[in-house]
């Protein structure tokens, strides 16, 4: 056991987490996200929410600096009608790192983004359209 790290963090996704790069993303899919079949590394978090995996990944790992948009959402195509999750994670991301801009991307384009990323979290997150991608910056 260590000290201040949070518990619902598996060793093999500290262990993920610490060999990922600048520039590399993971991505925290929902329960209906198809992790297991896009990941090219699957790391499961089953009972987890996505926002309080967000958080305590956020105490360890930095967002990219280097861009514009260090998180994405899979958007759900009805832009006035917001699934209630993003705001959370608007608020994790805001205590963790600041201000950052999360951008949007269709469903399709997410799934091919998500093949190419390092690893995949799969949660037993409930909420629709709640999937996240992280783009991994470097510490200063």
Not at 38 to 56: C, Y
Not at 87 to 100: L, P, R, S, T, W
Not at 128 to 136: D, F, R, T, V
Request: proline share 6%; glycine share 8%; aromatic share 8%.
């Amino acid at each position: 056991m260590l000290k201040n790290i949070s518990p619902i963090l598996s060793p093999e996704l500290l262990k993920t987490l610490m060999e990922m790069g600048h520039g590399d993303e993971l991505v925290i899919g929902d329960g209906n996200f198809p992790s297991a079949s896009i990941a090219q590394r699957l790391i499961r978090a089953d009972g987890h929410g996505v926002p309080e995996l967000l958080d305590a990944i956020l105490k360890l790992f930095p967002l990219d600096q280097y861009v514009s948009c260090p998180a994405a959402l899979m958007d759900n195509g009805d832009s006035a009608n917001p699934p209630e999750i993003w705001a959370a994670y608007k608020q994790v991301i805001e205590k963790n790192e600041g201000d950052k801009e999360i951008e949007l991307v269709e469903r399709f384009a997410f799934y091919e983004r998500a093949k190419k990323a390092y690893a995949v979290v799969a949660t037993g997150e409930t909420a629709i359209y709640a999937n996240i991608i992280l783009k991994k910056g470097v510490v200063i």
